[in-house]
Every structure is written in C-alpha cells, then in structure tokens.
C-alpha cells in the first residue's frame, strides 16, 4: 500500500512538472506572437578568428522585411509584402526552431527589450581555414 502511495505520488508530482514546463514555453511563445519589422541587419566574414572588410562591390543584404508569428506558425515576407518563406516554430528557452519543407534550423533569440530581438547564424565555410560568415538579423514590433 506504501508503495502503491509513493508511486502515486511521484506520477502526480511528474505530470505537475510536465505541465508547469508547458505553460512557461507557452508564455515565451506569446511574447512572440504579432507582426516583427526587420529594423537590422548585418553580415560578417571572418578568416582566422579576424573579421575581414566587406568587398564593396558585392552585397550582402537580404529581401526580408518582416515576421509573423501567429499560433506556431510564422510567414516571412519580402520587401514587396509577398510571402518569401513560411512554416511553424517553436520556442524553448532562448532557442527558436523554424520547421519548413523538412528542414528544422534552430538559433538563438536574444530579448533586446519587450519590443526587439535579435537571431544570429554562424556558418561554417572552412573548417581548415577558420572561415566562418556570422548573419544577425533584428527585429522591431509592429506598433
């Protein structure tokens, strides 16, 4: 009976924990929720661990210029307000995980505020050569 008391204890006491986790990502991804501006962005390359000048004739902008998030799922749009990319989400913590036609890329959001964020990307070029390109993108809420 002892054992039947504890057992019972310990599978209320986990699915309490189960669900308080829930409702904590469920907040994070509330405060995402709405219409995002893309209000900057920035692009480095790097050789060695040495940030190398950008070569003025080649750009490195992006066509985005704005996220929604509503439910799970976000839509990306271009400066024309066509839709450039769209799928679902999810928030754990600091990391957002975008899922679209199979493939899932996760990034760290930073809270720059209430009303900014920002997602960094690091891609490796050359693994021998340390070459890596940084890609930073911030986002401002729709007021």
Same mark, same amino acid.
């Given at each position: ?6 057992? &019972?204890?310990?599978? =209320? ?13 469920? /907040? ?9 501006? &893309?209000?900057? =962005? ?8 040495? &940030? #190398? ?5 080649? /750009? ?14 976000? #839509? ?6 066509? #839709? ?6 999810? &928030?754990?913590?600091? #990391? ?26 690091? $891609? ?7 070459? $890596? ?6 986002? /401002?809420?729709?007021?």
């Amino acid at each position: 009976m002892k054992k039947q008391t504890l057992l &019972l204890v310990l599978l =209320f006491g986990i699915i309490f924990a189960i669900a308080g986790c829930k409702k904590d990502n469920d /907040s994070s991804s509330a405060r995402l929720q709405g219409r995002w501006n &893309l209000s900057n =962005f920035t692009y480095e390359h790097y050789i060695d661990g040495k &940030l #190398i000048p950008p070569d003025p004739s080649t /750009s490195h902008g992006t066509t985005t210029s704005a996220i929604v998030f509503e439910g799970n799922k976000y #839509i990306v749009y271009d400066e024309e307000g066509d #839709i450039e990319e769209q799928g679902t989400f999810t &928030l754990r913590g600091d #990391i957002i995980s975008v899922k679209n036609h199979q493939m899932t890329l996760s990034l760290p959001l930073k809270w720059n505020g209430n009303d900014e964020f920002s997602m960094s990307n690091k $891609y490796d070029i050359s693994i021998k050569n340390k070459e $890596y390109e940084v890609i930073t993108s911030t986002y /401002s809420r729709q007021k």
